[in-house]
């Protein structure tokens, strides 16, 4: 029997990069597939004595149903936390805990596209948003993009030409760009959003994971610059690329009728976030070990880009171009076919795969008009020695 299954279906397929995943059995293959922090770089012992503190303080509480909105203390740690970013006047009840960001981000898409609702987001950008909205009946448009992230000329005349429902933006060393939205174009974007009243949704889960400086603030701290454009902003946030990603943990910050609705919406969907996660989130936060925690996972991953930039150029020398990135977990590149060399992403991929090394290419994540030539390679749990190695198979696999 074939199931009556909904129409929106058929606006969406399996993500490119879980299959890919099923590929990564071979013994010894050097993935620098997945978008996953190190869990070697987890504070497994921090989480432990919070969790612990969580079950001892108020075990009636981690162990409850709690409120659709979040767990209280939590609530107000993120607050702190942003407070800390430069958002000077946030309150515990301008955001929501919601399951991820990734949670955030559907709930943005479940509050507010009707089927034909036009959305514009990056070109390339993070693939479960495109997936997502698309579920939801939306045309998905790209922006064109660059090392300095969206740009903004461009945007305006998409904005101008499709009025979209919302804009949909990572600013900082977004996935799989790698790109950081320069300060003067954020400035320029709230402008736009004023001037067009259109919402921005900021979806900022890499921003903490920077190499040398701090990237400009949000655009969410911004706002206040800009008479007019709090509303317009909708930040999402997340724990899980500098804590864990296994404790689910994402937060909304968003004007007040979206985030009742969105709340609304949750309660359809998981009733609240595990309360013992976000009581462990919240007693981490409190107990002041994520500066240190996030200083060291910088200098790791710092190390491990500068190696994988250095055999890249090394190895592939001409036959690829990328811009060096200054934080997150990526690198964004373009194969070239100088030399001769092998042009198509997809059919490299394949050919990597023999070659015991992984990665993903970038076709997937563009909404419309994909770059073939496109891949992106994380650096993120791979150490030095395997990064060389595996860069110097993916040149074998070039040819």
Partial sequence: ???????RLQNVETSAIRELFKLLGKPGIISFAGGFPDSALFDVAGLRESSQKALTDNPGAALQYGATEGYEPLRAELA?????????DIAPNQLIVTTGSQQAL???GKTLIDPGDKVIVEGPTFLATIQCFRL????????????????????????????????????????????????ERRRKILALAVKHQVLIVEDDPYGDLYFGDAPPPSLLALSHEVPGSRDLVAYCGSLSKVLSPGLRVGWMV????????????KQFSDAHT??????????YLKSGRMPARLEEVRKVYARRAQAMGQALRRELGDAIEFTQPEGG???WARLTGKGGKLQDAGELARRAIEQGVAFVPGAPFFATQPDMASLRLSFATADVAKIEEGVSRLARALG
């Fill in 1 to 7: 029997m074939s199931l009556p299954f909904a129409a």
């Fill in 80 to 88: 702190s936390f942003l407070q800390s970013k430069g958002v000077s």
């Fill in 106 to 108: 559907d709930l943005v």
């Fill in 136 to 183: 939801y009946g939306a045309q998905v448009i790209a922006a064109p993009i660059d090392a300095q992230g969206v740009q903004v000329d461009r945007l305006e005349a998409l904005i101008t030409e499709h009025r979209p429902k919302f804009v949909y933006l990572i600013p900082s060393f977004g996935n799989p760009s790698g790109a950081m939205l320069s300060l």
């Fill in 254 to 265: 968003a004007q007040p009728e979206l985030l009742a609705r969105a709340t609304m919406c």
């Fill in 274 to 283: 595990s309360t013992f996660a976000q009581a462990t989130a919240a007693e």
């Fill in 329 to 331: 977990l990526f690198f």
